[in-house]
């Protein structure tokens, strides 16, 4: 489902006399449906730059990315929206959303992009919130008053909103207490048995014991390690 071949990444500062950094060479990974895969390594290895590139937030330097057949790497912007439309989801640490638009639209989002109907993305939804415990009185509310927590727990509900094919989910159980954490491992679990092909970044290291089957160290693509 997602198979990352020989991928390179380095980043130029323009604003510093154009220095090039090289941060990443011959990262290669595979996740097959029903896996999940952690990234490990220490702060500043390269995982958030992996995930990114991923997503085709970045731009890798060479390799390939394949997701269920399309290369990330080579793909125009508009498969790139119809990908992550339809097969890619992310679950970012922090909530991103259009103000004004109430919690229940915006979890309810990626449904409706997908020509979902409003009655049929608004229970999904709603199911959702309430598993993630959302008080009720805040759906009609947009969500950019909400405290980082409940904040976390919407932008989970819209991560797990439509079952996408591959999932990427950046620390999905921080800052969260037991009973919600455990609610986003049983997501997780769900998603794994449904054939969910998954890579995520988790600092929890038991959550990373009980949902990843493996764990690659990002520390091994970094260029001096390589060298
Ligand atoms: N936009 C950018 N411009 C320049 N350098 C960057 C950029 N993004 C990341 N880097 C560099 O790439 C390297 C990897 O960073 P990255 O954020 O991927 O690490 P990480 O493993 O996710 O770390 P952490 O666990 O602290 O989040 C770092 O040296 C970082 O400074």
Redesign the pocket.
């Known amino acids: 489902m997602i198979l990352i071949e020989n991928v390179s990444?380095r980043?130029?500062?323009h604003n510093q006399n154009a220095a090039v950094?090289p941060?990443?060479t011959g990262a290669q990974m595979r996740v097959e449906p029903g896996e999940c895969v952690a990234?490990t390594?220490?702060?500043?290895?390269?995982?958030?730059?992996?995930?990114?590139m991923i997503y085709g937030n970045?731009l890798a330097a060479s390799g390939s990315i394949l997701i269920g057949g399309l290369d990330v790497v080579r793909a125009s912007p508009r498969e790139i929206i119809r990908l992550r439309r339809e097969t890619l989801g992310y679950v970012s640490q922090f909530l991103r959303v259009v103000p004004r638009v109430p919690t229940r639209t915006v979890v309810a989002e990626p449904l409706l992009a997908l020509g979902h109907g409003e009655a049929e993305a608004h229970a999904r939804a709603e199911e959702l919130l309430k598993m993630l415990n959302i008080p009720e009185r805040l759906w009609s509310l947009s969500p950019t008053t909400f405290s980082g927590g409940e904040q976390q727990r919407v932008n989970i509900a819209r991560g797990f909103a439509h079952d996408y094919p591959a999932l990427l989910l950046d620390e999905p159980t921080a800052s969260l207490d037991g009973a919600n954490r455990e609610v986003v491992l049983q997501l997780i679990e769900r998603a794994k048995a449904r054939g969910a092909a998954i890579v995520g970044?988790f600092?929890d290291e038991a959550a990373r014991k009980r949902v990843c089957d493996r764990e690659i160290d990002?520390t091994g693509f970094?260029p001096r390690k390589a060298a």
């Open positions: 990444k980043f130029t500062l950094i941060v990443m990234l390594g220490q702060s500043g290895a390269g995982k958030s730059t992996l995930m990114r970045y970044i600092h990002v970094t």
